[in-house]
């Protein structure tokens, strides 16, 4: 029998460039890559597209549990699906990723979603990236790393980001306006606020390169191996 591959959880704020670097680190490993966010955005989509208003606890709640989310493909070209339909375009826009910050602040949105990551990753051979992977998804996790950089930096990834897809909606001091405010959101919510794991590993990529941080989880990485 193989031995059992590690589940490696990677925490932290938005624009730290969790869902970049947890893709290049899948790749490398040959690992599954699981983007939580992606999943909370969902379920904001479908609110939107129901005219359920965000905050209405019981109704996304019920939502959130009644829907089925996919994510399939590859690293490369991951797709995402719910309830069969491919929203994987939509679910980027700035409007749908604020609104996803505010779901997710349900507890029966959490639960839901929750119990579906571990069953998505319990296997191991996984990274996870999102705001609680290593407090309430896999607090057990093998190696768990909490990624962070200032709100200045944030923003402008996420400015440089929007720009180049074309759906750039704010300024550059709106976007760090936002950021804070979001941050403001996770980090005092009562149900997994976001905070760094016990046991997780700081790595602050405000003045790192993409290389610079893959390089740095590695070696992180290797030294749990």
């Known amino acids: 029998m193989s031995e059992r591959k590690p589940i490696i959880a990677i925490d932290g704020p938005a624009g730290a460039g969790k869902s970049t670097i947890a893709k290049t680190l899948a790749r490398r ?3 599954l890559f699981i983007n939580t966010g992606a999943m909370y955005r969902a379920v904001a989509w479908k609110a939107a597209q129901l005219g359920v208003p965000f905050d209405a606890a019981d109704q996304v709640g019920k ?3 009644d829907s089925w989310i996919e994510l399939t493909g590859s690293v490369d070209a991951l797709r995402v699906l719910i309830d069969g339909h491919d929203i994987t375009d939509e679910i980027v826009k700035p409007a749908i ?3 996803a910050s505010i779901v997710s602040a349900i507890p029966a949105v959490r639960r839901a979603l929750v119990a579906r990551q571990q069953q998505m990753g319990k296997a191991g051979g996984v990274v996870m990236e999102g705001r609680d992977i290593g407090t309430q998804v896999f607090p057990d996790a093998e190696v768990k ?7 200045d930096a944030r923003a402008q990834r996420r400015f440089n980001e929007d720009c180049a897809r074309g759906t750039a909606l704010a300024s550059l001091e709106q976007m ?4 804070e405010e979001r941050d403001a959101r996770d980090k005092t ?3 997994s606020p976001l905070v760094r794991a016990n046991g997780a590993i700081l ?3 405000s003045t790192m390169t993409i290389d610079e941080v893959v390089e740095r989880m590695m070696e992180i990485i290797q030294s749990h191996q």
């Open 203 to 205: 790595v602050d990529s």
């Open 176 to 179: 760090k306006f936002e950021i």
């Open 189 to 191: 919510r009562a149900d």
């Open 29 to 31: 490993l040959g690992y």
């Open 145 to 151: 790393i909490y990624l962070d950089a200032t709100s």
């Open 63 to 65: 939502l959130a549990e």
């Open 97 to 99: 990723s604020q609104a």
